[in-house]
């Protein structure tokens, strides 16, 4: 049986951060990342970095749903609609970014949490006035379940009001 170790590496949108990635490592002596954690870091990379649908497709299950307790999310019931969503926020607010403040995989539930805050200024067209010129930094986790190596559903915890306000959009 394999031995788990910790390592820390930096893990930067913009923002200095890094996290700690749990490796196992194998009677040989190898080292690999748990697989699922490998995936939920290459989706939030890809999610948050305005990919797309088309970036993120490919660690997702076709069908997988998103959830979200957020009024600007209220009709967003895919995972598709939620990362192509992602996408366009990145037009009124192309400074976006993110900091990862933490990240951690439940293996026994098989599923993957990222706690990160994401930074921006309305100064791009679009949103629902004329750039307002105000920022935003925005606390958000995503809960990310998989089925096999693919996220099946992504919940995301997020209080838009605030976020509204933040950026004179409410």
């Not at 009709?75 to 403040?101: A, C, F, H, N």
């Not at 006035?129 to 559903?153: A, N, Q």
Request: charged share 20%; aromatic share 12%.
């Amino acid at each position: 049986m394999g031995r788990t170790i910790t390592a820390v590496r930096p893990f930067v949108s913009g923002v200095k951060s890094s996290f700690h990635t749990k490796f196992i490592t194998s009677s040989k002596g190898e080292i690999t990342m748990n697989p699922i954690t490998s995936v939920a870091m290459k989706f939030f990379h890809a999610c948050e970095t305005g990919k797309g649908w088309e970036g993120c497709r490919q660690y997702c299950h076709p069908d997988a749903t998103f959830a979200a307790q957020a009024e600007p999310l209220a009709e967003v019931r895919s995972l598709q609609q939620y990362t192509d969503w992602m996408k366009g926020t990145l037009t009124p607010i192309p400074d976006g970014r993110y900091e990862l403040r933490s990240f951690a995989t439940d293996e026994d539930r098989h599923s993957v949490c990222a706690y990160g805050v994401f930074y921006g200024t309305h100064s791009g067209p679009g949103g629902p006035c004329p750039p307002t010129g105000k920022s935003l930094e925005s606390d958000y986790v995503y809960v990310m379940e998989f089925d096999g190596d693919k996220i099946r559903r992504m919940t995301k915890i997020w209080n838009a009001g605030i976020a509204m306000k933040q950026l004179g959009w409410a």
